[in-house]
């Protein structure tokens, strides 16, 4: 017999409604922090969010400039495929429909770089329509180093990992090109709810 069973819920596992929690996930009161390297400090006078395409850069903002743009304050659940899931958690950034709303011919596909070095790809459709924002505040607060600040992704409808934390730009392409974690075997596309964590899910 195990001496924990399958009902057991530790101090920081919470209840939760079961059809707001994906397949194979708990519900957390923490906020865990998981990265792959280290936390890059970048002053906010380096700081810049570049979009580009195939034929080069198409716009660039600095910090000054990219907090000047319309903002959205979005509440949202997030579910990281190491199985934690956290509910309610509130964000203010940029949409991602602001961002590209200047784009003539944005392609089809959206590959996005952080300092770091860390990159993940979408399908442009699951950033545009409301779905995805650049990030620089949560709960209030401007967002800390080590869950992504000065910014970062937010996708919540697809796995964490697609939210890249220090982002600092999207390449549009009509290609699919995997990003970091993709091409270490999770899920090019990564929707919780039919809990495509790895390749061939
Ligand atoms: N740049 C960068 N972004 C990243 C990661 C990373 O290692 N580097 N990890 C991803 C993963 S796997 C998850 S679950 C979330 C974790 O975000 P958090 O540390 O704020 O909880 O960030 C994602 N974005
Ligand atoms: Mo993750």
């Not at 950034?93 to 770089?113: C, E, I, M, R």
């Not at 970062?152 to 939210?163: A, D, E, N, Q, T």
Request: proline share 8%; charged share 20%.
């Amino acid at each position: 017999m195990s001496f924990i069973s399958r009902g057991f819920r530790g101090r920081d596992q919470v209840e939760a409604p079961p059809e707001r929690v994906p397949p194979g996930q708990y519900v957390t009161r923490d906020f865990p922090v998981l990265s792959a390297g280290p936390t890059p400090r970048i002053s906010l006078g380096d700081w810049r969010f570049t979009l580009s395409d195939v034929g080069g850069l198409l716009r660039s903002w600095s910090w000054p400039e990219f907090t000047s743009l319309q903002t959205e304050t979005v509440a949202a659940d997030i579910h990281c495929v190491t199985k934690w899931s956290k509910l309610d958690t509130t964000w203010t950034g940029v949409s991602l429909d602001t961002l590209l709303a200047d784009v003539a011919d944005p392609g089809s596909q959206a590959l996005f770089h952080s300092y770091g070095g860390y990159t993940t790809n979408l399908p442009l459709a699951d950033v545009t329509g409301g779905k995805a924002w650049v990030a620089f505040e949560y709960e209030g607060d401007p967002l800390s180093p080590a869950h992504g600040g000065p910014a970062r992704l937010l996708v919540p409808h697809l796995y964490f990992w697609k939210s890249a934390k220090w982002v600092n730009g999207v390449m549009l392409s009509t290609v699919d090109r995997p990003g970091f974690w993709e091409s270490y075997g999770y899920n090019n596309y990564g929707d919780p709810w039919l809990e495509q964590r790895y390749a061939g899910d």
